[in-house]
């Protein structure tokens, strides 16, 4: 099965060693991996900040670029979201289009949901031990309706012990440019997540959307938790932890 | 009311800071949330009841004038005087028309969000009506010099049992109390004689019924039909044009998803039809009955890519739910309606540009569309004012070049990748041992409250070229 990776502009930034990961259990499950190495955004911050023309160019410049694999796998929620979701509600005044767009959705997937639904993985091709809560995120969760696939694919791992934080649906603040715009509602809200996260007692958070990391990770170290890890689930997964350094 | 959404960013702070009110925001999110969760699982197909009443309501809104004509012609039949007004200002001018014509002197009114739209209680004061806010919350923000109300079916939710029961202590000039049961009884005790000796009793209407005539109301504390039936001569129910179901059916669909949404609730304590004055023979209800349709802005979204928000039914559930209403409560959004709900409907009244914030002020995680009974894609309505304000310039310019840049980056390979690979390791040498990231000059928004995590090595792409093949 021929898989084209969607790396988003986060991962492949701020933390590479997601993507890496994403291509490990894919293959693991016996798939080719491609990489178009023209890709760039999906669109979202334009999208998000009502510059739905600029959106609209990347959309047709992801459809160039991918319309030709069989599937589209992206290790975030998100970018997931706007490909499945809101791509087609770009172009639905131009029906030509809008059957290749439509058509592509159809064949793009969040990574988890992909693994799980499409691939029916069965094995993980690391090893990863330890207590972990599991974060919601939001475009994931409510646009692609993935819940239940990280979970399961957590399962496959004996060593990985899932403890439930409270609403682990609850948004976490990110909200894109929001948490630049209104940096302190934000801050309360990733607040309230995080004592949630502690609440749990799991020592590390996992989930599937690089802003939802990267503001959670950041707000827990500058109120100087230090040790509670924010980890991707395809990490967890591939079992491509690095030792927690003292 | 005047609108005070421009202040929303120095609002926010006060409110952030306020750890009285955090503490009153965090109970109420627990409690409704819960609340609704549980009663909607109640309905054997809620879902079904839900796609049923939005069809419904869509019903509706789509022969507007000709359902609202047909209210007309029924309520007159059942001697219903029925007023437009295009204005909430023209409303509030009606209403005190309408008490002068009767020698009104004593107004009690029952809650209603169009009043407040009305600024009406202002306006019967300036015409010297004295006017008495019955349900309790109301009645507890009228004492407190006409604070306006912070949630549309809690008004008075940001506020504590103990900072009532001082307040209750101050103007009543009775001891303090602290047991709820008390406190209210203590209310009434202070309303009864209001309710005996008022002229005219004004009331909200959460729906009106075209093929009847009739006003739809949903209370919990019976103060309605002490406003409206039991004494007053005249009643006046006034209430926005959208409101209009065709038919007892439809009311009955939406009667369903309601209270259950706003309370969660079953049914609400109380809920009233009200058909026309009282008629020969009848025991009860008004000499006179008036209702007051208020256009004020609602015309202006029949047809219009915003006409989905007009099947609001004022539940509630959208800021019970939203992650920023939790946190900043109903004052910060600056006019009558807060919430995903109040962020949509206060710049498409009142004007794109007085509510520059609200649109943005959302984290569109997308729960507030998820929990509204009438399915209103606020998060894409959220989206479509902002779209409306980057086109007519009304954003700063900093933020405009930015995404002018991410634009022309980001449909240029050959300039993206070299780009990236650079902010990686510019990012990586600011981050150092740590891999944190404490000052971002661009956005300090950010990183006044958090660290930014920097990259954990070269980009993907640049590891993806090297992998041996």
């Known amino acids: 099965m021929r898989v084209a990776l969607f790396i988003t502009c986060l991962v492949d930034v701020m933390r590479p060693e997601i993507a890496e ?32 023309a600029t959106a609209r160019d990347l959309a047709r410049k992801f459809l160039a670029e991918f319309e030709h694999f069989e599937y589209v796998v992206t290790p975030s929620g998100s970018c997931g979201g706007m490909i499945r979701h809101h791509y087609p509600r770009l172009f639905a005044d131009d029906p030509d289009l809008l059957n290749r767009i439509d058509a592509l959705a159809a064949r793009t997937w969040e990574l988890t949901a992909f693994l799980h639904d499409v691939l029916k993985l069965r094995a993980l091709p690391g090893r990863f031990c330890g ?73 590390c958070v996992v989930l599937g959307d690089l802003g939802c990391m990267l503001n959670i990770e950041g707000r827990l170290r500058r109120t100087g938790d230090t040790t509670t890890r924010v980890l991707h689930v395809a990490q967890v997964l591939a079992g491509d932890v690095p030792a927690q350094e003292a | 009311m005047q609108v005070q959404s421009m202040h929303f960013k120095a609002r926010s702070g006060q409110k952030l800071a306020d750890v009285r009110l955090q503490q009153n925001l965090k109970i109420l999110s627990q409690r409704w949330t819960v609340g609704r969760t549980q009663a909607i699982a109640e309905l054997d197909d809620f879902e079904g009841t839900r796609d049923e009443a939005v069809a419904r309501r869509n019903r509706a809104l789509a022969n507007l004038d000709v359902w609202l004509e047909r209210f007309e012609q029924a309520a007159s039949a059942r001697g219903t005087k029925v007023l437009w007004a295009e204005t909430p200002e023209e409303a509030s001018r ?21 009043s407040e739209e009305m600024a009406l209680n202002r306006h019967f004061e300036a015409a010297g009506v004295q006017v008495v806010e019955t349900d309790l919350g109301e009645y507890i923000l009228q004492i407190n010099d006409n604070e306006p109300p912070s949630h549309i079916v809690a008004p008075v939710v940001h506020k504590s049992k103990d ?38 009793g004004v009331s909200g209407g959460n729906f009106i019924i075209a093929e009847t005539g009739s006003v739809a109301v949903f209370t919990n504390e019976g103060n309605e039909g002490l406003c409206t039936v039991l004494p007053p001569k005249v009643h006046v129910a006034v209430t926005g044009i959208e409101k209009v179901l065709p038919t007892l059916e439809d009311l009955a669909t939406v009667a369903r998803l309601l209270p259950r ?21 009848e025991q009860d209800g008004p000499e006179h009955m008036y209702v007051v349709l208020v256009d004020g802005g609602r015309t202006g979204l029949l047809g219009g890519e915003f006409q989905d928000m007009l099947r609001c039914i004022r539940c509630g559930a959208c800021m019970n739910h939203c992650p920023v209403y939790q946190k900043i409560g109903g004052h910060t959004y600056g006019w009558v309606y807060p919430g995903p709900m109040g ?35 606020l998060p894409d309505l959220l989206r479509k004012l902002r779209e409306r304000q980057l086109d007519r310039g009304l954003r700063p310019w900093r933020e405009r070049a930015g995404l002018a840049l991410w634009g022309f980056a980001a449909h240029r390979p050959a300039l993206y990748r070299p780009l990236t690979r650079m902010a990686s390791r510019v990012l990586r040498w600011i981050g150092g041992d740590a891999g944190r990231i404490r000052s971002l000059p661009m ?12 990259p954990t090595g070269p980009t993907f792409k640049e590891r993806w070229a090297r992998r041996p093949r």
């Open chain 1, 21 to 52: 990961s994403s291509v490990k259990l894919l293959e693991s499950a016996g798939c080719t991996v491609e990489v178009p190495m023209s890709q760039t955004c999906c669109g979202q911050p334009g999208f998000n900040s009502g510059d739905t």
């Open chain 1, 131 to 203: 207590e972990v809560t599991y974060h919601d995120s939001c475009s994931g969760l409510r646009e692609l309706g993935v819940q239940a696939q990280p979970r399961a694919l957590l399962a496959l791992n004996p060593e990985i012990r899932l403890t439930e934080m409270k609403d682990a649906r609850a948004c976490c603040g990110f909200g894109g440019t929001f948490s630049v715009k209104y940096g302190n509602i934000s801050s309360a809200i990733v607040d309230e997540k995080i004592e949630r996260i502690h609440a749990s007692g799991a020592p």
């Open chain 2, 443 to 454: 956005s300090a928004g950010w990183s006044e409250f958090r660290d930014m995590p920097a």
């Open chain 2, 94 to 114: 009606l209403v005190v028309e309408i008490a002068r014509r009767h020698g009104v002197r004593k107004v009690t009114k029952s809650k209603s969000m169009v």
């Open chain 2, 343 to 377: 962020s949509v409907l206060t710049p498409a009244y009142q004007g794109i540009e007085k509510a520059l914030d609200l649109p943005q002020a959302a984290t569109m995680c997308g729960e507030c569309h998820v929990v509204c009974p009438m399915k209103i894609p």
């Open chain 2, 163 to 200: 900072e009532v029961s001082d307040l209750f202590a101050r103007v009543h000039q009775r001891p303090r109390l602290t047991d709820i049961p008390q406190m209210t009884r203590e209310a009434r005790e202070f309303l009864r004689p209001h309710f005996l000796s008022a002229d005219m």
């Open chain 2, 261 to 281: 949404s706003a309370t969660g609730q079953s049914i609400s304590n109380y809920f009233s039809i009200l058909t026309g004055p009282r008629a020969p023979g």
